[in-house]
């Protein structure tokens, strides 16, 4: 699982442009937002990862530094998960692994 790299900080608010280039705050805003399609599958990839590390046996505040979110949203997620049905089971990957390998080799 590669990081990606952090998004730049903005140095100055959306009406401090607003007031500098002579548009409306939402116009700034619409100009630097990233597309939705881009944050969704961003935020999908998130989850994914959050999940994959909690069935890896990781905890929280752990998942939280190594994906450099906070321990909050990693929180969230996992519930998130698990009302959708998710199995969250720790270490899951590994288990479901070592029972299809007994299957190959019966």
Same mark, same amino acid.
């Given at each position: 699982?590669? =990081?990606?790299? /952090?998004?730049?900080?903005? +140095?100055? +608010?959306? @009406?401090? *442009?607003?007031? !500098? ?5 939402? +116009?700034? =805003? !619409?100009?630097?937002? %990233?597309? !939705?399609?881009?944050?969704?599958? /961003?935020? /999908? =990839?998130?989850?994914?990862? #959050? ?5 890896? &046996?990781?905890? &929280?505040? %752990? ?8 321990? &909050?949203?990693?929180? #969230?997620? *996992?519930? %998130?998960? !698990? ?6 089971? @720790? ?7 070592? %029972?299809? &390998? ?5």
């Amino acid at each position: 699982m590669t =990081q990606e790299p /952090r998004r730049e900080r903005r +140095t100055a +608010t959306a @009406r401090e *442009l607003a007031d !500098r280039f002579g548009v409306s705050e939402r +116009t700034v =805003q !619409r100009m630097v937002a %990233e597309e !939705r399609a881009a944050y969704e599958e /961003r935020s /999908r =990839q998130r989850r994914d990862q #959050i999940v994959e590390l909690h069935r890896q &046996g990781l905890k &929280g505040y %752990e998942i939280a530094r190594k994906l450099n979110v906070s321990s &909050g949203l990693v929180s #969230i997620r *996992l519930k %998130e998960a !698990r009302a959708a049905g998710v199995d969250l089971t @720790r270490y899951a990957a590994a288990v479901d692994a070592h %029972e299809q &390998g007994q299957r190959v080799a019966s």
